[in-house]
């Protein structure tokens, strides 16, 4: 078996500790986190404390980390207008990077990240987490048999009724945008990978502000007022977004996605093929039995755990020299998708990708 990697954590905050972490938990026989990092070093140590890592560990710049700490990769876990500087430091240094999505708050960083990391010649991989999931595993293994036919058309709703995350996440400056980046990536990258990745030509897109900083209270939804006056908290980015891609060869998607929007919430992708369609959670396939009677299956799937499977993912890719699925040519690529959709809003027109 190949030697453990060693893992730098870059940004310890929810992302780090609620899911990252718990999956190196599980990967314990293959990665190890050797040093961690965050501009706020309280956060940081009381990361390192969980690890049991000493204080030397303990960093609150990405460059000095990389200057004492051999590490094969980096897992950049910061808000989206950090993940530039961390990752072009770390592709400088010639460390592999595992990347949170969205790639970067704004297309620009995204193409500064990619000069970097193919300069370099680095591993790269952006932590979509749903290519991962065994239901997304199990349907490209189908597709690639060929048992959808084409995919041409998808639509995918990643919607909440009420849910800002809150802090830094409605600060453009620091996100890059709202719902859009944040779980919007989520269901395009998804369904564009599971399309077969179509070339896109064009979008059109409305975003909207219109309720914005909500004050609905009750349970299970963030109430605004109840958290005190907090006299930094920004919020100037959308609280809602629908778009309209369109691939080479007549391809299409329509994504609907939401912080806070007065309909129900879904999250769910459906894809139609010329033999067979599907959606998830459950995996249920749409197609024909062999006598052409229409026919649901819910094929049986077993995997683990998202972040799990998608750590595992890059580290195999390391050790065995791969590009992992999701790479930074489909990293750009989706950022250019997210970039058309405030582009086309700002214009009120369909713009070309």
Request: hydrophobic share 40%; aromatic share 10%.
């Amino acid at each position: 078996m190949a030697n453990k990697l060693k893992v730098a954590i870059v940004g310890c905050g929810s992302i780090a500790r609620g899911y990252h972490l718990p999956a190196y938990g599980r990967l314990a026989d293959i990665a190890e986190v050797v040093a961690v990092c965050d501009i706020v070093r309280e956060r940081a140590q009381a990361f390192a404390d969980r690890l049991g890592l000493a204080a030397d560990k303990v960093y609150t710049a990405v460059e000095d980390l990389l200057a004492k700490e051999k590490v094969d990769y980096i897992d950049c876990c910061t808000w989206p207008s950090a993940h530039a500087p961390v990752c072009i430091a770390a592709a400088n240094a010639g460390v592999n990077i595992l990347c949170e999505k969205p790639l970067a708050a704004t297309l620009e960083q995204g193409l500064a990240i990619e000069k970097a990391v193919k300069e370099n010649g680095v591993n790269f991989q952006l932590a979509v987490v749903t290519r991962y999931g065994a239901e997304q595993i199990k349907y490209m293994e189908m597709f690639e048999e060929g048992v959808f036919g084409e995919i041409y058309a998808a639509n995918t709703q990643y919607i909440r009724r009420r849910g800002i995350p809150g802090g830094w996440f409605s600060n453009k400056e620091i996100a890059g945008g709202g719902p859009v980046l944040d779980i919007g990536v989520h269901a395009i990258d998804r369904t564009w990978y599971l399309m077969g990745r179509p070339k896109p030509v064009s979008v059109s897109a409305e975003v909207s502000t219109r309720i914005g900083k909500y004050k609905t209270t009750g349970d299970g939804i963030f109430n605004w007022d109840a958290e005190g006056a907090d006299s930094n908290f920004v919020f100037d980015v959308e609280d809602s977004a629908i778009a309209f891609f369109r691939f080479e060869g007549g391809k299409t998607m329509v994504a609907d996605v939401s912080w806070t929007i007065n309909g129900p919430e879904e999250c769910t992708t459906q894809l139609y093929g010329t033999k067979a369609g599907c959606t998830f959670e459950p995996f249920t396939i749409y197609g024909e039995d062999e006598n052409n009677h229409l026919c649901d299956t819910t094929p049986e799937v077993e995997g683990e755990e998202f972040f799990t499977a998608e750590i595992r993912h890059f580290i195999g890719c390391i050790n065995e020299n791969k590009t992992p699925i999701s790479n930074i040519d489909d990293a750009v690529t989706v950022q250019r998708m997210l970039d058309g959709i405030y582009r086309s809003a700002e214009a009120h027109r369909e713009i070309a990708l």
